[in-house]
């Protein structure tokens, strides 16, 4: 069977490459992948998949960081316009991306695979140095690129969707593959991981595209470690403007709150237990030079190397933000943006798929040490918390090749050989899970 | 002669009202009233002026706060639309928008007379409820509009040109009529006051379209006091980004410095020798959430009652300034964005016009203490205290009356009869001054 | 009768003397003038006055600053080895060292003066340079120095007191004579003006010996004007240590609220209302390098040139104290250590005492100009303000004469002979009011 | 001959408990450890061995936070009162109080061991709860304690002294005892190192009594990691005080400058490289509450896991502490008042001292993973690093016993025992080296 899913991902790799293409070109950003989640759900639909999308899948007061009503609509329209599923398209708007396919097949484990599909606010270059260029698949969304390799995760998810639904029949239990939205950000896990599709689920993976070592040639990594839980958020001073000269003791100085909070902020103190990160990104205030500035927004990030630092750097960071705003009598908003756990990956599910590719897929270089740095965050670490809350087990891997300029780049491109390896790794490790149930 | 004078400004008042409206209409900025001051000059010429405009009547270096170079040709291009007289708009565009008329009678003192011809950044209100909207002369130009009264100043200045051209032959000495641009944000006036042209002055005068008084019914007020010297500064601190999880230690954090920045220049001790004001206006910081911010760019304003209460506050903020940059290893742009002394009105000069008026203006209700608050800044200042400091004398009035909203609101609005007040007492003040040599 | 105080004055003058050189010899500091108090209250007595001292005249949690228990009992051993009244001691003890002396005769107004008594934390300087040290009587309280004139306001006191006595049945209404213990530091006053004994009182003056002007020559000055109101706080900032390498996070810094504070606290705005004061002027923090601060101290004051301008910086500064202390997660503890209104001297007390030394005192130079500036600030400011508040009237005088050295300084001394112009005129006054019901 | 070490030792240890029980009753504290130092001297003088110490063996301009004058003459003095033994006395008063002891044999390597002699600012606690108490040792400089064990490290490196006197004609090369004052606050090292001691050292250890880790009964553990480097800064802002009511700016606020510092002191960025530290830990600031304060003082210190990171934090701490005055025009003062390297331990070092405990001393329980956390600093890192820089080897041990109460506190106190360990561990080693050439 492992030579089965073998031939079946090749066979059907021109296709992989082909949807990962079409997605790049259409890239959407977060909240806003609608014609992306309404095609993969109704790709899902026609295989034969139970299909859950939108609301059904996803609890709306978890979503963070949405873009307004009239960003929505507008993109809603372009969606449209390019080639959405209109029937989807109806149950994603409004920010609910979020589509999943579920095979169950009698008893057995529940497996999910996580799929992240968003882009980022880039625009690409669209010169022939790299291969959107050459090959005329640039983005022709401004201000919309998958520079973080998404659409590859997109058309990888898609591919191991078509080879387990040929497969079906050898599958004992349940297969969920979720297609998450606004991972940029860590914005969109927490609604879905809340929303109880996770509840019986046993095993947990995902994977990221990733640059390859320097002098290593490894094909993938079965983990990841050194990963920040991390919390966004933003905020808003709300003061009064006066004439500064006139009657400067008339305003409510929102900028002066800032400035204390952004000075205090980075002075929380460092912490034993282990990394800590606190970086105020943007901040703009104020609307004359001469007007006592009467608001102040900044977009503040927090971070820690485990989920109990990253509370510490936030319970902190609220404290400061909220004197600050004592301080001159300004009142202040604090929105949460995005956050993200840190990421704790289990030995269990590492070792089975080490065995899988030791035994099944020599041509996979494995890297013999688990784990490899993140440096950063992901909220698939919502999902897979959740998972190990009643006991199930996950991991986060890399699949590493060669990259055309570095993620979050607007020249950003990948070797799409990476999307076979993946496609290959990801069935063959869901097969063994859903088939050899004894072995575990 | 006074009572020719008088009738003159009668006679002409409604083409006075004309030019304020068609001013109105096509509202132009500060260094951008290329419409505005071609058309004063090909007024002068017609009169029989001898025209300065552009580079002769100002030190280049000494312009502050332009706008960059793609602002001035699309506003090049809409001046033309908008009827500019050709031949000036060549001399005037880039920036260099001031225009004097000059007469030159044989000896006798020289006599100059200040005019401000610019617009506010605004969008004018274009209801009905005001005399733009009900009579149709609402800025057609979006984002610029004459809320402050410039338009009626410089119809005022245009027909105080007419009446003294109709009058020349009785003029002993010579009268400069000055219009200067760039009033806002203190930019226009060193350039022009650098230049040479009041080099020989004797008399300065301006004045201002004001609010009246509550409980008061004067029509002029003979000088201001409680007027701030000042200096407008933008600030940019150019540090270097870093991804603020990864490596935040690569970064120069720009924010840091500028955070510092605010703090501290609001932490400028009081002064016992007379008021000091400081405001940082606004801030624009970094580009994203987890980035680093590279640069941070700050408008910020000094002020002091005196010229040397401001000076103590620019030097102290330079400090400041610089203190911050070198904290955290940031480089520093300081730009001076603009600059205004203190106004000391003579009270020599405003005796004179309290005595003009109060023999042949009898109708014109003169405010008898003199000196009346200013609460601000006008780099009208520049001129006079050039002219002030060859031993020339000059004053600063109030032209007051009711105002619909208030200056700098979108709906604001005057009563036009205040444009024949200062038409006829300007024109008088000039005859006497040229004509009565032995009286003062 | 005029002539007559004059004379007594003048005969009681070397006594006055006498008195000022053994309250200067043994100089107490504010609330510890435990001696000075109990041997005015027993002249007093034997003059004839009801004596009210101590808690009689204090309310008690209106006293402000107060030194601790150690610091009073080691004090009051002290003042009984140097010659305190025991019977008075015992009342005046535990930082009650308020006094006064009442005369009631019948109908009439009450009148009421008030003579500071307490000395400086300033060791004296032992030299012959100035008279103390030349005629012997040098503070012999080491940390206690009489430098700034209140041992002269002492002795004017007790000599009019005797003055008045002498003449009590020319007297037609009530005469109170309040000594206030602590004016340095503004301590003092509101817990005797809270108590009562002011609330009958028509007129109240008071007056300070002063340096005099350059190049002027008068004897008073009858009133003062650029006064401020004033507000002292002690600000502590509890937090909690932790090794700054170990455990850093274990920490409250409490330096860290206290630097934003200080920042925070000069970055209140200018107010157009007038002038205003901020002043950290001294903190200590922290026990060790490697330690976390657990604790901040700070000496604060606001000041503003009216009450409402000081309540303006009060109020604003207890907002920033606040949320410093919110930031950093410490505990703030604030102390009101003085209080002061500013100075609304009334013109009519001025005109009052402007015609007694027009008509009856030739020889006393009186300024034409009735205000002088303080510059500073007084707590009989509470004391006027609350006879004020029921329609009395009152005033605060210079007594002007050349010092030696500055206020303040440890060489600190001035020419006796302005006791006698102190004592003369303010009896004449009291007499004046007190006989001439119908003149007012 | 290892059997007779261990039988030397164990018949010396007695004199051992003696020796530092008297150092422990005549706590001295950096800089002032004039008798312990001279009685050092002394004894190894009587063993035969040469004998450097003061100025010889020290460079005068690195030696680091040195009391002032007046302290070091009353502790001279203090020091012959409790028995310093004259003639070494007069070598190491006036802050040099490093002793070395050398025994040079023939051919062979060059071998030195490090003991720190200085004790703590702290008042002992004199109750009996502590062997001190109960055995009457405590100590009897008020303010001075051996609360570190620097007692225990000088009593075993005496006796260490008297056992390789006894062995001498075994030992092939040469052994250097040194005996580092200032320890503590990374003091002294700095200064004993750049002397040439140490430019021929092939081998280089030292030990530090330390609490026995929890479950775990190891006698020692042959390295320490998680050090850190270390720069201890004393800063004072320079300013000009001024009556903070009368002529605020006049003044020049060092207060301001040290609260800026404080603030941005602690917002240096978090370091992807390693553990940072940063700390302000005391300032004292100011006269008086209404004075603006004239100097600021601050003790600070940095941190880092390496001598890098340490120098990331110094060079931006300097940047800061610079940028600070520049802000309000303040003079800064910089003193580095203790400065350590972290510490790097060689493994050849560490296996060597395992295989002498391995083969020879069976009893001495060695913890199998060498390295183990010392989450602090110690100067003996500077020592180390000037060996290790030409090519030399080193490490530093724990030797772990239970400690009566931890150290730095009042009642700390430990088990005796650890002397013997120690002495019996570093004369073997000791052995080891200059005897078994061939074998290393």
Known sequence: MYEK???????????????????????????????TASIIAR???????????????????????????????????????????????????????????????????????????????????????????????????????????????????????KILAKIRENLHGTIKLIFQPAEEGVRGAKSIATSGILDDVDYIFAGHIWQQAPDEDYDIYLGMDETFATTKLDVIYHGVSSHAAGMPQFGKNALLSAASCILNLHSIPRNSDGCTRINVGTINAGTGRNVVPETAKLEIEVRGATTELNN????????????????????????????????????????????????????????????????????????????????????????????????HNCAFDFDEKVLLTGTTVYSCVAYYLLNNIEKK
Chains 1, 2, 3, 4 share one sequence.
């Not at 790799?13 to 992948?33: C, M, N, S």
């Not at 449209?80 to 409004?94: C, I, M, N, R, S």
């Open 5 to 35: 899913i073998k031939l079946l991902a090749t066979e059907y790799f021109p296709e992989t490459v082909q949807i990962r293409r079409d997605f790049h070109k259409y890239a959407e950003r977060g909240w806003l992948e609608m014609r």
């Open 312 to 407: 510490y750097m936030e319970v902190y960071a609220r404290d400061i933000i909220q004197g600050s705003a004592l301080m001159h009598d300004t009142i202040v908003e604090i929105k949460q943006m995005g956050k993200a756990y840190s990421l704790e990956c289990d030995k269990k599910m590492m070792d089975i798929i080490h065995d899988v590719c030791d035994e099944h897929l020599k041509n996979v270089k494995v890297a013999p040490r688990y784990l490899s740095p993140l440096d950063g965050s992901d909220d698939f670490s919502y999902m897979m918390a959740t998972v190990q809350a009643h006991g199930g087990i996950g991991t986060y891997m890399k699949l590493t090749t060669d990259l055309v300029a570095s993620p």
């Open 43 to 161: 790709k899902l639909e026609n295989l034969g998949y139970q299909v859950s999308a939108g609301k059904e899948l996803m609890r709306e007061e978890f979503r963070m960081g949405l873009p307004n009503k009239r960003i929505l609509t507008i993109n809603y329209k372009r969606a449209l316009l390019q080639g959405a599923d209109p029937y989807y398209l109806e149950k994603v708007k409004d920010g609910f991306t979020a589509v999943a396919g579920i095979i169950r097949n009698g008893e057995g484990p529940v497996v999910a695979i996580r799929f992240d599909i968003d882009a980022l606010s880039i625009t690409e270059d669209d010169s022939t140095n790299h291969n959107p260029g050459k090959f005329g698949f640039v983005s022709c969304n401004p201000g919309a690129m998958h520079a973080c390799g998404h659409d590859g995760h997109s058309a990888i998810g898609l591919t191991v969707a």
